[in-house]
């Protein structure tokens, strides 16, 4: 998958956020038809965003970042709005470690 390819499949997609502000990090997440398709991790010395199994680094991954619709935005610091990124982090785990 190419980056243009990458980009054009992203901007269909839902795109959740969990944000840590006290660490500057953020993991992205992205679904189609409520199915998780997309990760990404964002942080002060990686930028990756794996779509299907082809990764994405650096400036290619910030390229991608804000691509589809923002469905979900949570923060997992302790100066959170007190919304639970728990859902998020399930969905996230269940894309990651799938059979």
Do not use: H, P
């Amino acid at each position: 998958m190419t980056l243009e390819e990458a980009k054009l499949f992203l901007a269909q997609c839902v795109r959740n956020t969990l944000s840590d502000y006290a660490f500057g990090d953020s993991e992205v997440s992205w679904s189609l038809d409520d199915k998780v398709v997309a990760s990404g991790y964002f942080g002060s010395t990686t930028r990756e965003v794996v779509i299907c199994g082809t990764s994405f680094e650096g400036e290619d991954a910030q390229a991608l970042r804000y691509r589809g619709t923002l469905g979900r935005a949570a923060r997992n610091d302790s100066g959170g709005s007190g919304r639970s990124g728990d859902d998020f982090l399930d969905d996230l785990d269940d894309f990651l470690y799938e059979e």
